[in-house]
């Protein structure tokens, strides 16, 4: 590939393992253990070819498009509406598996609704579709300063996912990011990312969430035996999913394969996984054959190499 770098990584670590999960999305873990995914495979779940990524890699790649122009959660906003509307950033120009919590926030979008208002705030509007695209914000780390940062990072998850729940799994997930992307591993990278979201979620307004992070907070999810990982549309569940089979894994490929084989949500646990193992593994680790089958994969490294250059020349 003729161009590297751990925002790269991150990108393709997401489109990857989204589209090596839409295949087999709501599929069993049974089944999945039964028949486990290996490779990249095409049609199943939602008819479409191999290497197509679904929202999760749409809305993550949309989100990156605007930090290349600063932070603007107008911009934000607008871009997940143009996904909708206009299949911008579209792995193969059609919408389809959008949650219903992210779609009933775009309608409040288009609707005129301002953006830190637009998201659900029940304690149903938990699942995981801001995590899911929320990895390109751990590239501000060296532009902001850590509090700051997770701040925005609220912001973000709230123009479809208000919930302080969902704002939380956003920020403890970008503290660990951070953390891979400084040079740790990852078990040092979740110590390290835990004690640093800690500090910010010992504040009182996160006294009556914090309980629901308690597994993550622990230290201890990679101990978690397999039949204890749930891997559901429920943030919290894709949060320890994800955690768990990145330390439970050497490899990016084990990593994202043991995501897609948990069953149910395998293109958002897997996506979630592969942000994540792909920075820390970096693109000359994932596998090339299935680098070569993603669709669109010329514009995502020209986007990758936009968002470096806006950001920092040391990626």
Partial sequence: MPYKSKILSGLIGVCVADALGV???????????TSPVTSMLGYGTWDVPA???????????????????GFNL???????????DEAYWTARNEVFDIGNTTFLAIVN???????????GKSEKSNGNGSLMRILPMSYYYKNLNFPDLIQRVHQVSRITHAHLRSQMACGIYIAIAISLLEGANPEAAYVQGLEKIQKIYSAPEYEEEIQHFARVLGGKIANLP???ISSSGYVIDTLEASLWCLLSSTSYAEAVLKAVNLGQDTDTTAAVTGGLAGIYYGVDNIPQEWIEQIARKGDIIDLAARLESVLSPEF
């Avoid at 295949?23 to 253990?33: C, D, K, L």
């Avoid at 979008?109 to 998201?119: D, F, S």
């Fill in 23 to 33: 295949p087999v999305e709501f599929t069993s873990r049974a089944e999945r253990v």
């Fill in 51 to 69: 290497g197509t990524w679904s929202d999760d890699s749409s809305l993550t790649l949309c989100l990156a498009e605007c930090l290349c122009s």
């Fill in 74 to 84: 107008d911009s934000i906003a607008n871009s997940f509406c143009r996904w909708h």
């Fill in 109 to 119: 979008l288009k609707q005129g609704t301002p953006p830190l208002e637009a998201g």
């Fill in 226 to 228: 397999v039949e204890e």
